[in-house]
């Protein structure tokens, strides 16, 4: 470097160390925070041959990453999706990530309790078994809209069309134990209140209020879901992902304003887990040896951790149980 360039920048180093200490110390704190924010990483090596997997909703975000993942280890994986088009390309991404070509696209609309019957009847007749269920698809944040059933979306989406589907596909689950099923909840619950007297928000509405209904659902669901299947060698496990940049948040900003979206909420997203990030407490969930004989528990990083109180009452998920059924029997008629 020539002399008089090295005593230029020696200099201004000089002048400003103070500045540049800042901007050191900032990246290296934005460094460590985004580690952080990360999360667990799913530490387990095993392998699925031979194994048969369905996924909801992955044509993209966690669930998409989590496909990959699974088939990666060499297990057949049936995309459970509402979109054919969009699950269509997204088995390719998952068949080049993976070089495995035993993957099955199913059409499955959550919001349609009809449609979920539909997609059991098929899996029941041509599946000789199901080892691992993950419930991953969900809706977030949506506007007061009603699922084909005339159910609000949230709630029908992320809980009763899973309570659905998880029963029907019990039996073949229960027959090829061990087994595992898992339940993609949220932190969100922590906030969750099941209205029992008002479960579709007709009196007053909040799209919070029911998306962390719908998350505490899922919890209540794990815990109940557990305890009917004690003995029988399937194991349920429900999971916060990590607050993920997936598709996921298409409604918040028109829940909290285009403004205070781009101004708040974009610069914030450079902090939010990545897909891959986000998958790692499912496929921890999915995979990790070590939870063989855990079940009905919850975890957040790959760790197992405390649910919210409300989560914890043994009463509400009987009662949350009996009112799934209810309604799922009232939508046939």
């Known amino acids: ?20 200490s800042s901007v050191v110390g900032s990246v290296f704190s ?9 999360g667990g990483v799913c530490v387990s090596k095993k392998r699925l041959d031979g194994k048969t997997v369905i996924i909801t909703g992955c044509n993209t975000g966690i669930g998409l990453e989590t496909a990959k993942e699974l088939s990666a280890r060499g297990a057949r ?16 991404v998952v068949q080049k990530f993976s070089g495995n070509n035993d993957i099955s696209i ?13 997609f059991a009847e098929r899996i029941n007749k041509n599946e000789e078994k199901i080892d691992i269920l993950i419930n991953n698809a969900g809706v977030m944040l949506c506007p007061k809209w009603q699922s084909e059933d005339g159910y609000e979306m949230q709630f029908a989406v992320n809980h009763l069309g899973h309570f659905l589907l998880t029963n029907l596909l019990l039996d073949k689950v229960k027959k090829s134990a061990p ?15 099941i209205n029992f007297d008002d479960i579709n928000g007709d009196n007053n509405y909040s799209s919070m209020a029911a998306y962390s209904q ?39 900003e028109a829940w909290i304003s285009p403004l205070l979206f781009k101004v708040i909420f974009r610069p914030l997203q450079i902090f939010l887990k990545t897909p891959v990030q986000g998958a790692q407490t499912t496929l921890h969930c999915a995979l990790d040896e070590r939870l063989d004989n855990v079940s009905g528990k919850y975890f957040s990083d790959c760790v197992e951790k405390q649910p919210s109180k ?24």
């Open 106 to 118: 199913q059409s499955l609309d959550l919001a349609s309790l009809d449609s979920v019957r539909k």
């Open 30 to 38: 934005f460094v460590l925070l985004r580690r952080h924010l990360a």
């Open 310 to 333: 409300a989560a914890l009452n043994v009463d509400d998920a009987k009662r949350l149980w009996e009112l799934s059924e209810e309604m799922v029997a009232k939508a046939r008629k």
């Open 214 to 252: 719908s998350k505490l659902a899922n919890v209540l669901f794990t815990k109940e879901l557990d305890r009917r299947l004690q003995g029988t060698g399937v194991t349920t496990y429900t999971l916060h992902p990590g607050v993920i940049n997936t598709e996921l948040v298409r409604h918040v």
């Open 77 to 92: 994986v049936i995309m459970a999706c509402r979109d054919l088009d969009r699950a269509t390309k997204a088995s390719e």
């Open 179 to 193: 087994a595992r099923i898992i339940n993609v909840s949220s932190t969100a619950h922590y906030r969750g209140k």
């Open 1 to 20: 470097m020539d002399s008089d360039v090295l005593e230029t920048v020696m200099a201004f180093i000089t002048k400003n160390k103070l500045l540049i």
